[in-house]
């Protein structure tokens, strides 16, 4: 089942709720974002360094999926920076949107993503 954009929407709280290190959800599309819950922890850099961020998000997301044919299904990407760290989880939506989690460490990574997985699961479910 393909996501629609109000279901993005409550993806997006779902997602930012699960943990208050979670700082924010964004679904991206075509370099934009198409739904976001961000708390007030969030980094929030300027328009234009924002769609940059999110361009390099679905280039990134995308890329290791031309290797699916021999590792399986990509679960998510991982991406850590000093001060913020992102996980990236393709849709498998028409639009090609990636849902990109921001979260501050400490955090076992893999727990998180099984979180966000299992959102993902019932947002679909609906």
Not at 57 to 77: H, K, S, W
Not at 104 to 114: H, I, S
Request: glycine share 8%; with cysteine; hydrophobic share 45%.
């Amino acid at each position: 089942m393909v996501l629609q954009y109000g279901g993005y929407e409550k993806l997006c709280r779902a997602v930012r709720e699960l943990d208050p290190r979670v700082v924010g959800a964004w679904v991206i599309s075509h370099g934009e974002a198409v739904a976001a819950s961000v708390s007030e922890k969030a980094p929030v850099p300027n328009k234009d360094k924002l769609g940059k961020i999110f361009f390099q998000a679905q280039v990134m997301a995308g890329i290791p999926r031309t290797n699916e044919d021999m590792y399986g299904r990509l679960e998510f990407v991982l991406i850590r920076h000093m001060h913020l760290d992102a996980m990236l989880f393709h849709l498998d939506s028409g639009d090609e949107a990636v849902l990109a989690v921001g979260f501050q460490r400490p955090y076992p990574e893999m727990l998180l993503a099984g979180k966000v997985a299992g959102c993902i699961a019932s947002s679909r479910a609906q």
